[in-house]
T-cell receptor, first 113, second 113 residues
Framework: NAGVTQTPKFQVLKTGQSMTLQCAQD?????MSWYRQDPGMGLRLIHY???????DQGEVPNGYNVSRSTTEDFPLRLLSAAPSQTSVYFC????????????FGPGTRLTVT | AQTVTQSQPEMSVQEAETVTLSCTYD???????LFWYKQPPSRQMILVIR??????QNATENRFSVNFQKAAKSFSLKISDSQLGDAAMYFC??????????FGQGTILTVHP
């Protein structure tokens, strides 16, 4: 199993540009989520999904869209990039909530200039 | 909203010694789950240990153990016989049985040879 994969690993955008961060998992996990990591703030939840066709907002959803058309894929779209979205982005999946471990991808470092 | 607080931005320990990382959380729920994740310089998030709130016995995983004080809402991580490979950022996290994972701000652990 490849686990959770994210592409790209690094990205530089100009303010106002849009892009999609890709996330895929091959473990047939129902639960997937996106986090951003900023210094001194830990990981904050952006959006999450409890299954194909179902998504919901997390703590910091503004400026981001998600969709979940398949169990495997959970892309994150930046609609109009802003410098405040400079961060490291992690995708994670788990077979459920509760005690289940979340499996994280390697992260994407995004810089918006 | 649930909050998780790690009051130690940085900690250091000598190789082979023991160190304890602190974590407190705020919740009005009685059924929840607690986690410690490790993030080494590679940026990969790795589950260290987890604890169900309904279990009074503290979880242990080899050199890692927790001191779970439910009434005090405290969940500290003890690392025994510290090794150079333990150097990382450590995150405490909280989750309800049906809900999202909430992370603390993180503690950077340095291990001195």
């Amino acid at each position: 199993n490849a686990g959770v994969t994210q592409t790209p690993k690094f990205q530089v955008l100009k303010t106002g540009q849009s892009m999609t961060l890709q996330c895929a998992q091959d473990m047939n996990h129902e639960y997937m989520s996106w986090y951003r990591q900023d210094p001194g703030m830990g990981l904050r939840l952006i959006h999450y999904s409890v299954g194909a066709g179902i998504t919901d907002q997390g703590e910091v959803p503004n400026g981001y869209n998600v969709s979940r058309s398949t169990t495997e894929d959970f892309p994150l779209r930046l609609l109009s990039a802003a410098p405040s979205q400079t961060s490291v982005y992690f995708c994670a999946s788990s077979p459920g909530t509760g005690i289940h471990e979340q499996y994280f991808g390697p992260g994407t470092r995004l810089t918006v200039t | 909203a649930q909050t998780v607080t790690q009051s130690q931005p940085e900690m250091s320990v000598q190789e082979a010694e023991t160190v304890t990382l602190s974590c407190t959380y705020d919740t009005s729920e009685s059924d929840y789950y607690l986690f410690w994740y490790k993030q080494p310089p590679s940026r990969q998030m790795i589950l260290v240990i987890r604890q169900e709130a309904y279990k009074q016995q503290n979880a242990t995983e080899n050199r890692f153990s927790v001191n779970f004080q439910k009434a005090a809402k405290s969940f500290s991580l003890k690392i025994s016989d510290s090794q150079l490979g333990d150097a990382a950022m450590y995150f405490c996290a909280y989750r309800l049985s049906y809900g999202k994972l909430t992370f603390g701000q993180g503690t950077i652990l340095t291990v001195h040879p």
